[in-house]
C-alpha cells in the first residue's frame, strides 16, 4: 500500500511498528529525541567498558521479541539456553552460602517438566515445594483478562493458598520480582499468572531464558538502525517532537531537532511510541486517550550496581540470589569487552528500598555482599565499582493496573500508540514493546483510510 507514516519513538515498540509499516510499502520516518535507537535498553561507554544502562533477558515463550531480533539479523548475538537452568546462591541466616539449581527436566510435557525442577531445588523446604505445586496448577487456571483477578495482588493469592514466606520469596519471588518490577504483595496477580502460565505451564520450554551477548546498544540500537535503513525508513535522532496536531487531509507532527530548525513532518498516519505522560501530553484533543489514568499507571525503579574485579570470581553466566539483599548477578565480561578479570552487574528490581540512596553506600553495602556469597571476590580487588539508576524502569504493575492501560487504537482515524504499558497483556518486557508496536501497525494498515477506529489488543 501507498502512504505516509511517522512514528514518534525509537525504543522497540517504535521501531517494531516503523519496520512493519514500512514492509507494507509505506513511506515511514521514525523521530527519537535521543542520539541512539534503542529505548530503555542502552548501552554506553565507560572506559574500556561498553555498559547496558539495565539487564534484560528473554524467554523461550516471547515468540514476538524473538522475531523480531532475527528480523534485525542478531540471532547470533543470543544466547538462548536449551532448557531453563536457574543457578541459585542460598545465603542462610547462619551466614553459609550454598548452592542448588532451578533446572527443569527433560523429555517431559507440560507442566510434568517441572517435577525434576522442583524435586531438586533445595532453597526451599521439602513441604513447601510440595505445597507450590497445586498452588502453581491454581495459578495457571485463573483467567488474566478477569479484571476480579487484576484487581488481587499475587503475594494475598499465595498466602491464601498456604505459600509461607520461604516459599514466596525463594520460589515465587524468584518467578515474578525481575518479570514484574514488584514484590509479590504489590504485583497484580493477573500479570503474575499470565508470567506462569505462558513461561512454565503451556509448554515445557517456555521459560527458557535468553540474553544478549553483545551490548544491548549493539543487539537493538545500532541493529536497529542499520534494519530500518535498510527498509528505506527515514531515521531522524536528536530530534524532540513537541506537538502533534491534525488538519483536514494529514498529520502534522512539529519537531526540534538539537542542531538546526523547527520542522514538521506530515503523515497520513502516526505512532506515538513513547512513554505514558509523554504521550498524553503530545496527543491531540479526541483520542480518547486518560491522561490521570496514564499518570496513575506511575514508574517503578530499578538499580544496577556494577562491580569490575582483578580476577575471575564467578563461574556461572548468571545467578539469583536467596537471602540476600541482591537479587540477580550478570557476568557481563566478555559481553562489556573485557575479556580479562570480572564484571559483574547485579541487578535489583522493585529498587524503592535503593533508588535514592548515595551511590557510595550502594557499591560498600553490595561489594561486602559479593565477598560473602562468592569466595573467589573475598580475595579478589575491586577495580571499579558504579552505581546506574532506572528511575522509570517500567509501569507500576499493581493490582488494577490492567484498566489503566490503553488499546494502541485510538480515537481518531490514523493514530495509534505502542508501548510496553499499552494493554498487551503482558508485563513490562521488551516482549510487550514488541508486541505492541506490531498491533499499532496492524491497526493502522487495517484501518487506513476507512476511517475505522476499531480497538486493537495484542494477545
Known amino acids: 500500500m501507498s502512504g505516509r507514516a511517522v512514528v514518534v519513538g525509537g525504543g522497540l515498540a517504535g521501531m517494531a511498528a516503523a519496520l512493519d509499516l514500512a514492509d507494507a510499502g509505506v513511506a515511514v520516518t521514525l523521530v527519537e529525541s535521543r542520539p541512539r535507537l534503542g529505548g530503555a535498553t542502552a548501552s554506553f561507554r565507560r572506559g574500556d567498558l561498553e555498559v547496558d544502562t539495565g539487564q534484560h533477558v528473554f524467554l523461550r515463550c516471547c515468540t514476538a521479541y524473538r522475531g523480531f531480533i532475527e528480523r534485525l539479523g542478531v540471532t547470533a548475538d543470543t544466547v538462548l539456553q536449551d532448557r531453563l537452568d536457574v543457578p541459585v546462591l542460598v545465603a542462610e541466616p547462619t551466614g553459609r552460602v550454598r548452592r542448588t539449581r532451578l533446572r527443569r527436566g527433560a523429555g517431559l510435557p507440560a507442566p510434568a517438566h517441572l517435577a525434576g525442577a522442583l524435586a531438586r531445588y533445595s532453597a526451599v523446604?521439602?513441604?513447601?515445594?510440595?505445597?507450590?505445586?497445586?498452588?502453581?496448577?491454581?495459578?495457571?487456571?485463573?483467567?488474566?483478562?478477569?479484571?476480579?483477578?487484576?484487581?488481587?495482588?499475587?503475594?494475598?493469592?499465595?498466602?491464601?493458598?498456604?505459600?509461607?514466606?520461604?516459599?514466596?520469596?525463594a520460589l515465587w519471588g524468584l518467578l515474578t520480582v525481575a518479570t514484574l518490577n514488584a514484590q509479590p504483595e504489590d504485583a497484580s496477580l493477573a500479570l503474575a499468572a499470565k508470567v506462569v502460565r505462558t513461561g512454565l505451564l503451556e509448554t515445557a520450554g517456555g521459560a527458557d531464558i535468553g540474553w544478549s551477548a553483545v551490548p544491548l546498544g549493539r543487539l537493538h540500537g545500532e541493529a536497529g538502525h542499520r534494519a530500518l535503513i535498510a527498509a528505506g525508513v527515514e531515521v531522524s535522532m536528536s530530534d524532540r517532537v513537541y506537538a502533534v496536531e491534525r488538519d483536514a487531509d494529514s498529520w502534522r507532527v512539529l519537531t526540534q531537532p538539537a542542531r538546526g530548525e523547527a520542522r514538521?513532518?506530515?503523515?497520513?498516519?502516526?505512532?506515538?511510541?513513547?512513554?505514558?505522560?509523554?504521550?498524553?501530553?503530545?496527543?491531540?484533543?479526541?483520542?480518547?486517550?486518560?491522561?490521570?489514568?496514564?499518570?496513575?499507571?506511575?514508574?517503578?525503579?530499578?538499580?544496577?550496581i556494577h562491580v569490575v574485579y582483578d580476577r575471575p570470581v564467578f563461574d556461572e553466566p548468571f545467578a539469583a540470589v536467596v537471602g540476600s539483599p541482591i537479587q540477580w548477578?550478570?557476568?557481563?565480561?566478555?559481553?562489556?569487552?573485557?575479556?580479562?578479570?570480572?564484571?559483574?552487574?547485579?541487578?535489583?528490581?522493585?529498587?524503592e528500598p535503593w533508588i535514592d540512596r548515595p551511590a557510595a553506600d550502594l557499591v560498600a553495602e553490595f561489594t561486602a555482599e559479593l565477598a560473602r556469597l562468592l569466595p573467589a571476590a573475598a580475595g579478589a580487588t575491586v577495580v571499579e565499582a558504579?552505581?546506574?539508576?532506572?528511575?522509570?524502569?517500567?509501569?507500576?504493575?499493581?493490582?488494577?493496573?490492567?484498566?489503566?492501560?490503553?488499546?494502541?487504537?485510538?480515537?481518531?482515524?490514523?493514530?495509534?500508540?505502542?508501548?510496553?504499558?499499552?494493554?498487551?497483556?503482558?508485563?513490562?518486557?521488551?516482549?510487550?514493546?514488541?508486541?505492541?508496536?506490531?498491533?499499532?501497525?496492524?491497526?493502522?494498515?487495517?484501518?487506513?483510510?476507512?476511517?475505522?477506529?476499531?480497538?486493537?489488543?495484542?494477545?
Open 125 to 169: 523446604p521439602l513441604v513447601a515445594r510440595l505445597r507450590s505445586v497445586p498452588a502453581a496448577l491454581a495459578l495457571g487456571r485463573l483467567d488474566p483478562a478477569d479484571p476480579a483477578v487484576d484487581a488481587q495482588s499475587f503475594g494475598g493469592w499465595l498466602e491464601r493458598h498456604g505459600q509461607n514466606e520461604v516459599v514466596r520469596e
Open 264 to 304: 514538521e513532518v506530515r503523515g497520513d498516519m502516526v505512532v506515538l511510541a513513547t512513554p505514558p505522560t509523554v504521550t498524553a501530553a503530545l496527543a491531540p484533543a479526541g483520542s480518547g486517550l486518560d491522561a490521570d489514568a496514564l499518570a496513575r499507571l506511575g514508574e517503578s525503579p530499578i538499580v544496577n
Open 329 to 351: 548477578i550478570f557476568d557481563r565480561s566478555e559481553a562489556a569487552g573485557r575479556p580479562r578479570g570480572t564484571y559483574l552487574a547485579l541487578s535489583q528490581s522493585a529498587a
Open 386 to 459: 558504579f552505581v546506574t539508576r532506572e528511575r522509570s524502569a517500567t509501569f507500576r504493575q499493581a493490582p488494577g493496573q490492567a484498566a489503566l492501560r490503553p488499546p494502541v487504537a485510538t480515537a481518531l482515524a490514523g493514530l495509534a500508540v505502542a508501548g510496553a504499558w499499552t494493554a498487551t497483556g503482558w508485563p513490562a518486557t521488551m516482549e510487550s514493546a514488541v508486541l505492541s508496536g506490531h498491533a499499532a501497525a496492524e491497526h493502522l494498515l487495517r484501518t487506513a483510510h476507512t476511517g475505522r477506529r476499531d480497538p486493537v489488543v495484542a494477545a
